[in-house]
């Protein structure tokens, strides 16, 4: 059964979250077990899943969301949602007064204080609501995170949640299995079946979308490379190029909003 937090289940018609109200429309979608039909906000959504898998469907695309990746989807956005057996679906809500970054619906990084900011939320039973402090804080994840789809067999689902806790864990795919008395053979391909993606790649997203809030916090390239996991700062350097299309150096120079910051170290 799927689980929801936030101050009322993910997109109840009608319901108070956030402190705004959510359009009462006659025949509007209800949320069922498995997901949440076609439907438009007149407030701004910020949508995590720190356990389990939501896919959000919007502005043509689907969204997979995961303990590392959340959404905003932007007031007056169509959108859809699916829904993972016993996930955990967190929706913050917040007025169109505030002024979010964004026009469409937009995959941001979930760093570790965002994270407890959102959890610590779910277990208070009186959250502010529609805080200026929690939006700026989750306005603050970087946009440019790579898709990172969630196995959900049982030793592929679980070495993949110690990774997003701990992704700079060592281990080989061979060493997880051994450690879950499974076969490698087996351990991989269910990666491959579930997530399409290797377990190599796939532990590399992982560690590469860390880097991005490690990287906004001014941290010097070759620390942001030994604390994600990466074995060389050329590594990292190459993996990043590869999927940012720049180096780390580059990326962490370049803000939102154009303010300068603290140069990064990695020789470009």
Do not use: K
């Amino acid at each position: 059964m799927v689980r929801h937090a936030a101050h009322q289940a993910y997109g109840a018609p009608g319901g108070v979250r956030g402190g705004v109200r959510e359009a009462e429309r006659p025949g509007e979608c209800q949320v069922a077990a498995g997901g949440h039909g076609v439907h438009v906000h007149d407030f701004h959504q910020f949508l995590y899943a720190p356990v389990g898998r939501i896919t959000v469907s919007a502005d043509g695309r689907d969204h997979e969301l995961s303990p590392a990746v959340a959404l905003w989807v932007p007031a007056g956005v169509a959108h859809s949602a699916r829904f993972d057996p016993d996930s955990l679906v967190i929706a913050e809500d917040f007025g169109v007064h505030h002024r979010l970054p964004y026009a469409r619906a937009t995959r941001v990084n979930v760093g570790e204080a965002q994270r407890r900011l959102l959890l610590a939320r779910t277990r208070s039973s009186h959250p502010e609501p529609d805080c200026a402090r929690v939006f700026a804080a989750l306005t603050a994840g970087r946009r440019d995170c790579l898709p990172l789809p969630q196995p959900v067999s049982g030793a592929a689902r679980a070495v993949a949640g110690e990774l997003l806790r701990r992704p700079h864990d060592p281990r080989t795919a061979t060493e997880w299995a051994e450690s879950l008395y499974v076969s490698s053979t087996s351990l991989r391909r269910a990666f491959r079946a579930e997530t399409g993606l290797a377990f190599s790649e796939w532990r590399t997203r992982v560690r590469l979308n860390r880097s991005l809030d490690l990287l906004a916090q001014g941290l010097l390239v070759g620390t942001v490379a030994s604390r994600v996991g990466f074995v060389s700062t050329n590594g990292y350097i190459l993996a990043f190029r590869r999927h940012f299309g720049s180096t780390p150096g580059a990326y962490a120079r370049r803000r939102p909003d154009g303010a300068a910051t603290p140069p990064a170290e990695d020789g470009s």
